[in-house]
C-alpha cells in the first residue's frame, strides 16, 4: 500500500528549461512534506519542504506547491541545470505521535536527467 | 559539522550469513533511523530511535533483524540469517528531534548483496 506515489520513474529535461516532478499521497494524516535529492553512492540529501498550512514554498531555483485537495505536490526547478541531475523523491509525514503518518514516508523517486 | 558515518560501503555475503552495519549519527542528533532501500524503490523506514530507545519498530523483520543504541550515539543494524531479498542499501539517517518535524540528514548507506 504505497501512501506517497511518484508515478513518473524518469524525466529529461533541456538545461535552462523547467522541471516538474509531481508526488500523490492518500494519507489524510500528512501534513508535512520534503523533497530529497540522490546522486548516486550517496545518501539522500534534503532541498525543500512545505506545510500543509502553506500552498507554495520557494528556495531559490525551487519551489514546491501543495495542493491538498488533491492531496498532490510538486516540485519546480528553474531553470534546470545540468548538475540537477539526479533521483528526487518526495517524503510525507504527519504530526500525530501515533500510527502510520508519524514515519516519514519516501515515494519511489524520479530519475531527473538535465541535457544540455 | 561532519555527517552521517556509515560502515562498511559494501559487504557480500552468501545466504544464511550474518551482517552488521554500522551508524554514528551526527553529534547532538537525538533521533536515529535505520532505512533499507530496495533497487527501484524508495527507502522504508525500519526502525527509529530517540535517544537509545525505540520509538518505532513495525516494519522491522524482528525474526531476522535486530538494531541497538547503546548510549545513545551509534547504532548498529543486524541481520541473522540473511535472506536474498535482504540485498539492498541500509541508510542511517539522524535527526535534531523527532516530535518537531525537521528533515533527517543521511549517510552514504552501505550496499548489502547476498549470493
Known amino acids: 500500500d504505497q501512501q506517497v506515489k511518484q508515478n513518473s520513474p524518469s524525466l529529461s529535461v533541456q538545461e535552462g528549461r523547467i522541471s516538474i516532478l509531481n508526488c500523490d499521497y492518500t494519507?489524510?494524516?500528512?501534513?508535512?512534506f520534503l523533497w530529497y535529492k540522490k546522486y548516486p553512492a550517496e545518501g539522500p540529501t534534503f532541498l525543500i519542504s512545505?506545510?500543509?498550512?502553506?500552498d507554495k514554498n520557494e528556495d531559490g531555483r525551487f519551489t514546491v506547491f501543495l495542493n491538498k485537495s488533491a492531496k498532490h505536490l510538486s516540485l519546480h526547478i528553474v531553470p534546470s541545470q545540468p548538475g540537477d541531475s539526479a533521483v528526487y523523491f518526495c517524503a510525507a509525514k504527519g504530526r500525530g505521535s501515533s500510527g502510520s503518518a508519524r514515519q516519514l514516508t519516501f515515494g519511489s523517486g524520479t530519475q531527473l536527467t538535465v541535457l544540455p | 559539522e561532519a555527517g552521517v558515518a556509515q560502515s562498511p560501503r559494501y559487504k557480500i555475503i552468501e545466504k544464511r550469513q550474518s551482517v552488521a552495519f554500522w551508524c554514528n549519527p551526527i553529534?547532538?542528533?537525538?533521533?536515529l533511523y535505520w532505512y533499507q532501500q530496495i533497487l527501484g524503490q524508495g527507502p522504508k523506514l525500519l526502525i527509529q530511535f530517540q535517544n537509545n530507545g525505540v520509538v518505532d519498530d513495525s516494519q522491522l523483520p524482528k525474526d531476522r533483524f535486530s538494531a541497538e543504541r547503546l548510549k545513545g550515539v551509534d547504532s548498529t543494524l543486524k541481520i541473522q540469517p540473511a535472506k536474498l531479498e535482504d540485498s539492498a542499501v541500509y541508510l542511517c539517517a539522524s535527526s535534531i528531534l523527532t516530535g518537531i518535524v525537521a528533515e533527517a540528514f543521511f549517510g552514504q548507506g552501505t550496499r548489502l548483496t547476498v549470493v
Open positions: 553529534s547532538g542528533h537525538a533521533t
Open positions: 494519507n489524510s494524516m500528512f501534513d508535512y
Open positions: 512545505i506545510s500543509s498550512i502553506k
